[in-house]
């Protein structure tokens, strides 16, 4: 299954540049948020692949004006084609606005999402926001990963993780692995062809 994977600015082959066909190749579009709701609902108007998203720490338009024909899988596990996809959006607690959390409240959003996980026998791809503690994130408050995500990795196993939130002009790279995990930052756009065993 081929991915088209998104966050944080809009590239602008798929935007600015935008030719009919440019999307066709892709089977899911996955946004890991700070996109503006106009850029996703294009997208999902000008491909035949569905887009599901989460929230970065900038969408609170979202809750006023979602992106139209989009899906938003925060706190859910869903199912795209054999497919288990896990969303956890948002990033640290850094000012208190929307989208922000602390380490004890997504270790509790984790925590909620276990038996989902344990009934879906497993999942396949993680979806947030900010990057796991110490992998592919920053050494500033508001850019810092999530240490809870480092656990919930080893008790998921997931074949990736894919983040959003740190931008590569930060000099940090855009992939990592933890054990048998890709940590993949989808800042603008990245492909991602992952397999599916139904």
Known sequence: MKLLLLSDKPNPVFWDFYRPGRLDSYDLILSAGDLDPEYLTFLVTMSHAPVL???????????????????CI????IQYRGLRIVGLGGSALYNNGPYQYTERQ???RIRRLNGKV??????DLVLTHAAPHGYCDDSDYAHRGFEAFLPMLDRWNPKALVHGHIHLMYGIPREQRYRETRILNAYESVE???DVHI
């Open 118 to 123: 344990r009934r879906a026998k497993g999942v």
């Open 53 to 71: 998203y989460i929230h970065g720490n900038h969408d609170a338009s979202y809750d006023a004006r979602p992106p139209e024909g989009c899906e």
């Open 192 to 194: 991602l062809d992952m």
């Open 106 to 108: 997504m270790r509790q």
């Open 74 to 77: 925060d706190d859910r596990l």
